[in-house]
Nanobody, 123 residues
Framework: VQLQASGGGLVQAGDSLRLSCAAS????????MGWFRQAPGKEREFVSASFRGTNTYYRDSVKGRFTISRDNAKNTVYLLMNSLKPEDTAVYYC??????????????????WGQGTLVTVSS
């Protein structure tokens, strides 16, 4: 399984970006796919996830601003980020796990990881 993340960039506060993560070798719509981020000097943190293709989850600080979606036909998950803030600056990683359980949704121990895409939000 390979995950290829893209869509990062340098934007101003208030702007929007859409990240994409294309998964190859991952069949079916039941895998949990998520986004994590890691800012310099900080631990990797949960951002959002689509749990087994059903419910979606977000960290509190991005609720109402970020939206996760997936196109199962393309094996791709997206993260639409609106109203970006400087504190959203980080490397964003997509992750996938066919057997993730709900209680571990926010833990950065997913089986497969993409290479990361940098999002920089200037004030």
């Amino acid at each position: 399984v390979q995950l290829q993340a893209s869509g990062g960039g340098l934007v101003q506060a208030g702007d929007s970006l859409r990240l994409s993560c294309a998964a190859s070798g991952l069949t079916g719509s039941r895998a949990t796919m998520g986004w994590f981020r890691q800012a310099p000097g900080k631990e990797r943190e949960f951002v959002s996830a689509s749990f087994r293709g059903t419910n979606t989850y977000y960290r509190d600080s991005v609720k109402g601003r970020f939206t996760i979606s997936r196109d199962n036909a393309k094996n791709t998950v997206y993260l639409l980020m609106n109203s970006l803030k400087p504190e959203d600056t980080a490397v964003y990683y997509c992750a996938a796990d066919p057997n993730r359980i709900l209680s571990e949704l926010r833990v950065a121990t997913y089986k497969y990881w993409g290479q990361g895409t940098l999002v920089t939000v200037s004030s």
